[in-house]
């Protein structure tokens, strides 16, 4: 049975920084692109971003772009989102998406086979 688990979000300052894991048992994140997703309430979930399965491309929303960074650890079967300079428009719960669709100009969920339950993020001004 595959289970995708996020990790790491929590109530942190404007200006701070939060590192967000994404792990899963039964399958091998190596081999799939894998993505991060927020959606905050009363908004439509968005792409935030994404790394290819060979850590050739990856794809940042322009609002978070030179703000996070994506990574890999296939050692650990973990996938990384490192979020710094936290803005409260950055609240959100994020999701890990596996297979989804990485392009470096978007990323796609429509093919999404595994999703997270989510993790928190909550940034006060």
């Known amino acids: 049975q595959v289970q995708v688990v996020e990790s790491g979000g929590d109530l942190v300052q404007a200006g701070g920084s939060l590192r967000l894991s994404c792990t899963a048992s039964?399958?091998?994140?190596?081999?799939?692109?894998v993505g991060w997703f927020r959606q905050a309430p009363g908004k439509e979930r968005e792409g935030v971003s994404c790394v290819d399965y060979s850590m050739t491309t990856t794809y940042y929303s322009p609002s978070v772009k030179g703000l996070f960074t994506i990574s890999r650890d296939n050692t650990n079967n973990t996938v990384y989102l490192q979020m710094n300079s936290l803005k409260p428009e950055d609240t959100a719960m994020y999701y890990c998406?596996?297979?989804?669709?990485?392009?470096?100009?978007?990323?796609?969920?429509?093919?999404?086979?595994?999703w997270g339950q989510g993790t928190q993020v909550t940034v006060s001004s």
């Open positions: 039964g399958l091998t994140l190596a081999k799939y692109p």
């Open positions: 998406a596996v297979d989804i669709l990485c392009l470096s100009t978007r990323m796609v969920e429509t093919t999404t086979k595994y």
